[in-house]
């Protein structure tokens, strides 16, 4: 559809009017602390005072909405105390998402930031680095929802005898092999998933290891060659610690990242199969069942498993800082 | 139950604006925007006025929604804005509690009409479109789309299921008469099963709905098995979902679907129709590749073929036929074929299955 500006023009006013009022706002603080004899904590609060009131509406509120419709019945609204909690553990559905979602956080960081390492290691130090990590990039430009959909033709079944059009099932074949529904034997469908996953995240860990590595002093490698080192020593002795802190931001973000994957659970199969994992189980439950206590009792769960790794992430970091 | 019920019909609600759907017009194949605006005069104009319609049909079903108001739009003046989504079961929560509802929705399923209805989210059918409807439509169809004696809307649209599609070619050659019953049923396929070849195929993949085509299977199964009676229990939820009843329909179900010997015929083993949608299963059967004896059909790819068209199953390739007639006519609104008199036993069944020939068609 092309853009018509006039049939959007109450929309472009909305957005003009939205625009103006926030630097009305901005103008009348700054007006405010160059004026009066306002005190330092005060100003400082001034100055927040907007980033809290769009978080309080954006986050805060939500999130203790969540909180109390977690309690609460989905379909009547009726109060219904740890209901909701206790079929998370104790409901099959439940249990294997968050079985899953348990092997997603365990292998998906770990494989795709031993990926990125090896491939770092490897490209940090070559002529052809730049290209080496847009290949690897490329991934990450592509969406979860494009990656689902890519990987989801690679593991395409066809029946035997008919032509396979999944890569995967084709180099099966072509081995003499029997083609296989990647996607529905359980319980390694959800490897399959994984591996998807990580196609689609190791760029990520790459570049920023590759950056770590090369930022590391090019006299501790030289003089550890002197000294006789091996490459895997240096690897392991020399480059390994200088990157401890990168490699532990990279495992972190990942962790946090994976913990909420949905996309491409949700584009290859729809959770079927026992592929579910949280985020997705949540997503289903609130929307497409109507149990919207179900939902945000997962929902809170999640938040809860985030929280240690957000929080050792801002620690980390101000540790750093 | 879920997808069970999906597609067997679709109803209107939320009719916020005109009367314009109620009892089914006659006259089928109307050329659109040339009509005159007489029959519409009662709706007046309303030039400007925008109508939001959303729905879970696309593409060539969509199209065809959208004919069958283009006099309506046109005569009065109202800009009916159709908007079909596949997720719609999903999303209608979302758009209903982000309080961007629209104007009207085509419910797929009766029993998500009926959790809408109860959190107090339609709005009732105006008392013109009760009358209509009551002067259009049986009790039981009306039933659909009625929440504790409240009308929120009207059926829209139904579609054939449970049809068992045959090779004539395959049955003539081999000798095999076409069953009229279970038993008989059951015999053909273990004839042609021990013949060597597999008798039923069945694609089931359906993105995030994979599997509903079982559900009709289950529904069929139940109602052949043990009446309405149970089966509008089963809906109503009085008796568990898991009753044994229903366990036997779907073990007997399984003994077709998940048996290997039986299962799935031109595509491999039973456990492949995961991954062959409902679509693909009813292509495949051109004559090359047919070793398709058998397999029930439901609706979206009939739902492809134009409503009230003729009977010529163009999407059906001619080395199939159905074993017998459905036993509710295929009809829509604003189609030619109105009224049925044979309108289903009980409001939600659909059909039998396998069909019997004693059905006649309205």
Not at chain 1, 122 to 138: D, E, G, I, M, N
Not at chain 2, 285 to 310: E, H, I, Q, Y
Request: aromatic fraction near 8%; hydrophobic fraction near 45%; charge should be positive.
């Amino acid at each position: 559809m092309p853009f018509d500006a006039v049939a959007q023009q109450p929309k472009l006013l909305y957005l003009l009017q939205g625009v103006a009022a926030f630097a009305a706002v901005v103008s009348l603080i700054l007006l405010a602390l160059h004026r009066g004899p306002v005190r330092r904590r005060a100003a400082a609060l001034i100055l927040l005072a907007p980033a809290l009131l769009l978080l309080a509406v954006g986050l805060v509120l939500p999130g203790l909405r969540t909180l109390a419709l977690s309690f609460t019945d989905g379909g009547t609204g009726a109060w219904t105390g740890l209901d909701n909690y206790a079929w998370a553990f104790t409901d099959h559905r439940a249990l294997t998402a968050l079985r899953n979602t348990l092997a997603w956080v365990v292998l998906v960081p770990l494989t795709s930031t031993a990926a990125g390492l090896l491939y770092a290691a490897a490209v940090a130090r070559s002529r052809f680095r730049a290209l080496a990590l847009s290949l690897l990039l490329t991934p990450m430009a592509i969406s979860f929802v494009g990656a689902g959909v890519v990987w989801k033709f690679v593991y395409a079944y066809r029946p035997a005898g008919a032509g396979q059009i999944g890569l995967l099932n084709r180099l099966v074949v072509a081995f003499g092999g029997e083609p296989r529904q990647w996607l529905v034997d359980t319980p390694w469908n959800v490897l399959f998933l994984i591996v998807a996953t990580v196609w689609a995240q190791v760029g990520f860990a790459a570049v920023l290891l590759t950056a770590a590595i090369r930022a590391v002093p090019p006299e501790l490698t030289e003089a550890a060659l002197l000294d006789g080192a091996s490459p895997g020593q240096i690897l392991r002795r020399i480059t390994l610690p200088s990157i401890r802190p990168t490699l532990l931001v990279v495992l972190l973000a990942q962790a946090i990242g994976t913990l909420k994957a949905f996309d491409v659970v949700t584009t290859m199969t729809g959770g079927q199969f026992d592929t579910g994992v949280l985020a997705q189980e949540m997503y289903d439950q609130a929307f497409r069942y109507g149990e919207t206590g179900r939902g945000a009792a997962l929902a809170v769960l999640l938040f809860l498993l985030v929280t240690p790794f957000v929080a050792h992430q801002v620690r980390a970091r101000r540790r750093a800082g | 139950m879920r997808s069970g019920a999906r597609l067997a019909l679709a109803v209107i609600t939320l009719v916020v604006t005109a009367t314009a759907c109620g009892t089914p017009q006659d006259g089928g194949s109307r050329p659109h925007t040339t009509a005159d605006c007489a029959p519409y005069a009662r709706y007046g104009e309303h030039p400007g006025t925008e109508v939001t319609v959303y729905a879970e049909n696309r593409d060539r079903e969509a199209d065809l929604f959208e004919e069958t108001w283009a006099d309506f739009a046109h005569c009065t003046g109202i800009d009916v804005q159709y908007e079909g989504d596949g997720e719609f079961e999903a999303r209608i929560q979302v758009r209903v509690d982000g309080g961007n509802a629209p104007d009207v929705a085509f419910f797929p399923q009766p029993g998500l009409l009926e959790r809408f209805a109860r959190a107090g989210r339609l709005k009732p059918a105006s008392a013109g479109v009760a009358a209509l409807a009551q002067q259009g439509w049986s009790a039981d169809w009306n039933s659909y789309a009625t929440v504790d004696g409240t009308l929120y809307g009207t059926p829209l649209v139904a579609n054939v299921k449970s049809l068992v599609w045959y090779s004539p070619k395959f049955f003539r050659a081999r000798g095999l008469s076409v069953p009229r019953t279970w038993t008989e049923l059951m015999a053909v396929t273990e004839k042609v099963a021990a013949s060597g070849v597999k008798p039923w195929c069945a694609g089931i993949e359906s993105a995030q709905a994979t599997g509903w085509p079982v559900t009709d299977w289950i529904e069929d199964v139940l109602l052949r098995q043990q009446g309405t009676r149970v089966y509008d229990q089963w809906v109503a939820h009085e008796i568990p979902f898991d009753d044994p009843r229903v366990i036997k329909a779907m073990d007997t179900v399984g003994s077709i679907l998940k048996n290997d010997r039986y299962a799935n015929g031109g595509f491999g083993p039973a456990r492949s129709m995961a991954s062959i949608s409902f679509q693909e299963a009813a292509r495949r059967s051109s004559p090359a590749t047919a070793r398709c004896t058998a397999r029930p059909r439901s609706t979206p790819t009939c739902g492809r073929r134009a409503p009230g068209s003729d009977r010529t199953r163009t999407s059906t390739p001619s080395s199939c036929r159905e074993t017998t007639r459905p036993a509710i006519p295929y009809w829509a609104a604003g189609s030619s074929r109105r009224r049925s008199p044979t309108v289903p036993r009980s409001g939600r069944s659909r059909s039998t299955w396998p069909p019997r020939t004693s059905r006649t068609r309205g």
